[in-house]
């Protein structure tokens, strides 16, 4: 059971700070239910979750995480999907995001950055489908990024940048 203050993830909800453990005095709910009072961290709005909800939860990761994966970022193999097929595409991402690992976003937003690129050289542009990953992807990482670093969530993409330039620079010495 998670305490109250701790942040959690909540489904594909994003980074959500536990607010509250009980009962809810809402009509029509069962009042005997235990339920967790989220308040969503970067979106406006709260989340009565019983206890015992079927939806994915897990703690945010840790600041120690965070920096592992960041090492990690310059070395994940890009996922390789060349499905043409809009819906079979949109399966194949929805399969990285449930299982709700940071790993396997970073490996979403790796390889349609590697897409893109491909795309722009070829003078075309990115789908619709994979710039909609890319977005869920990318919030999700920056949303739990930002809490586990303890900085804003917009400043999480130039963190990482500078890490992986000290990576890179660290490596060829």
């Given at each position: 059971m998670y305490k109250i203050g701790e942040f959690i993830i909540y489904g594909n909800n994003g980074v959500?700070?536990?607010?509250d453990v009980g009962s809810i005095n809402i009509s029509g709910i069962n009042k005997d239910k235990i339920y967790?009072?989220?308040?969503?961290?970067?979106?406006?709005?709260?989340?009565?979750?019983?206890?015992d909800t079927r939806v994915f939860m897990r703690g945010v990761i840790t600041y120690e995480e965070a920096q592992q994966l960041i090492e990690?970022?310059?070395?994940?193999k890009e996922v390789?999907?060349?499905?043409?097929?809009?819906k079979l595409l949109e399966n194949y991402y929805k399969k990285f995001l449930e299982s709700h690992e940071c790993i396997d976003l970073l490996s979403i937003i790796s390889s349609i950055y590697d897409k893109k690129d491909n795309a722009?050289?070829?003078?075309?542009?990115?789908?619709?489908?994979?710039?909609?990953?890319?977005?869920?992807?990318?919030?999700?990482?920056?949303?739990?990024?930002?809490?586990?670093?303890?900085i804003p969530r917009e400043e999480v993409q130039t963190y990482i940048n500078e890490k992986i330039k000290e990576i890179k620079k660290n490596r060829v010495i």
């Open positions: 959500c700070e536990v607010i967790y009072t989220l308040k969503q961290i970067y979106e406006n709005g709260s989340i009565f979750a019983p206890i990690r970022i310059p070395f994940i390789e999907c060349s499905e043409k097929n809009g722009i050289n070829s003078g075309k542009k990115l789908g619709q489908i994979d710039e909609k990953f890319m977005k869920i992807a990318t919030g999700l990482i920056h949303d739990e990024f930002s809490v586990a670093l303890g």
